[in-house]
């Protein structure tokens, strides 16, 4: 069964740090690219990072900047996203998903259920 | 703001058709790039619904359908059905910002 299941996230306070993980199964994993998505309470989806299949290539949304960083193991068959300087916007439901491609920029045919972050004092 | 524009919401009665559009600009759908879209229901994760070059996951109608001209794209649900009531959001890449990016979605009322 094809499946990802993302960890790490919990409650944090503003400035503080947090790395969420995703472990993937059921794939062969270092054939496609891998997103972070995420999805504030009661807001719509907002793409935050991507990676190619071999880390060649990785992308951000401006919104994550200079702050969050990702990176992938693919010997763990994991993805994973280190959020610095974290800020209350940053506040939602962080999913991974799995690119139909190995490069970011496709479409996400699977998806983890989440893991919540919470940015507050 | 989202980078590609979508309407807050569509409504449409059991059986009839209906289209969410999708309108971007040079540096994403109008690029060329492909368009994809999503379903989602209340507490749940999202589900691709159409992908590429108008390709359907296993499992999904071909009541759903795609379109693109231009800097614009639109899904199209023909034979709506209760169970269809859900919010939907597209999805491209966009080259000016090096990334994807999503659409602010659309909410499906079935009358």
């Known amino acids: 069964e094809v499946q990802l299941v993302e960890s790490g996230g919990g409650l944090v306070q503003p400035g503080r740090s947090l790395r969420i993980s995703c472990a993937a199964s059921?794939?062969?994993?270092?054939?496609?690219?891998m997103h972070w998505v995420r999805q504030p309470p009661g807001k719509g989806l907002e793409w935050v990072s991507g990676i190619s299949w071999n880390s060649g290539s990785r992308g951000y949304a401006d919104s994550v900047k200079g702050r969050f960083t990702i990176s992938r193991d693919n010997a763990k068959n994991s993805l994973y996203m280190q959020m610095n300087s974290l800020r209350a916007e940053d506040t939602a439901l962080y999913y991974c998903?799995?690119?139909?491609?190995?490069?970011?920029?496709?479409?996400?045919?699977?998806w983890g259920q989440g893991t919540t972050v919470t940015v507050s004092s | 703001q989202s980078v590609l524009t979508q309407p807050p919401s569509v409504s449409g009665a059991p059986g009839q058709r209906v289209t969410i559009s999708c309108t971007g600009s040079?540096?994403?759908?109008?690029?060329?790039?492909?368009v994809h879209w999503y379903q989602q229901f209340p507490g749940t994760v999202p589900k691709l619904l159409i992908y590429g070059n108008s390709n359907r996951p296993s499992g999904v109608p071909d009541r759903f359908s795609d379109s693109k001209s231009g800097t614009s794209a639109s899904l199209a649900i023909t034979g709506l059905q209760a169970e269809d009531e859900a919010d939907y959001y597209c999805q491209s890449y966009d080259s000016s910002l090096s990334g994807s990016v999503f659409g602010g979605g659309t909410k499906l009322t079935v009358l």
């Open positions: 040079s540096s994403n759908i109008g690029a060329g790039y492909d």
């Open positions: 059921g794939f062969t994993f270092d054939d496609y690219a």
């Open positions: 998903a799995k690119d139909t491609s190995g490069h970011y920029g496709d479409g996400m045919d699977v």
